[in-house]
């Protein structure tokens, strides 16, 4: 993945421009940031071109976190496109690639459907995984599976997870991975508040 996208890295300064364009700019209804582009005569084949793709990414390379963010195009009248940009996939780099983790504060929780909390508790959480805590006399009490299972993060409503156990960590911790349960949607809220909270914590070392 580094090799493939070494010609395509935007750098720190569009990084923070573009996270703030993505925080502060109104949204479409499916959750990206839509842009007009005018294309000039004999100059657009490059977009026309772009709008057929099947997967198309801006990816950028921030310290040491890739930061890859979905994109389509769309070709309208006259020459006419529009960019929408949603909210990025974030991983870590080193050895080999993997999503970035945010630390768990007291303000996630892990709730059934009726809202009540379970008893575990939040480690770290990333858009393809949830790592829980329990405590010693219950710790062997970890379900294989996450089923009638929500994650209430601050300010936002509840998400319904379901997740298979990856592997125990230690004693009192055990990793699920949420990506091949969970729906499309609830993934999609998960990534737009991972972003929000890592521009956050990285985006202002810019300013």
Not at 14 to 22: D, I, K, N, R
Not at 87 to 115: C, D, Y
Not at 136 to 153: G, H, I, R, S, V
Not at 161 to 184: C, F, H, N, P, W
Request: charged fraction near 25%; aromatic fraction near 8%.
């Amino acid at each position: 993945m580094h090799g493939a996208y070494k010609n395509v890295l935007i750098n720190d300064d569009e990084y923070a421009m573009l996270s703030e364009m993505l925080l502060d700019t109104e949204t479409t209804n499916d959750k990206g940031l839509k842009y007009d582009i005018s294309g000039q005569s004999g100059k657009d084949k490059l977009l026309f071109q772009l709008a057929f793709a099947d997967d198309l990414q801006l990816v950028a390379n921030y310290a040491d976190h890739y930061l890859v963010f979905p994109v389509q195009i769309e070709r309208g009248d006259f020459s006419n496109f529009s960019l929408t940009v949603k909210s990025p996939n974030i991983f870590e780099t080193g050895e080999h690639l993997r999503s970035w983790r945010l630390p768990a504060n007291q303000k996630m929780s892990i709730v059934n459907n009726k809202g009540e909390k379970l008893p575990y508790c939040i480690k770290d959480l990333s858009a393809s995984g949830i790592s829980l805590l329990i405590d010693k006399q219950q710790a062997k009490e970890f379900p294989l599976t996450l089923q009638d299972t929500y994650l209430q993060l601050p300010n936002r409503k509840r998400l319904a997870i379901s997740g298979s156990k990856i592997r125990r960590v230690d004693e009192q911790t055990m990793a699920y991975s949420l990506e091949d349960s969970t729906e499309d949607d609830v993934l999609d809220c998960l990534t737009e508040y991972l972003f929000e909270c890592h521009a956050e914590q990285h985006g202002r070392r810019l300013e």
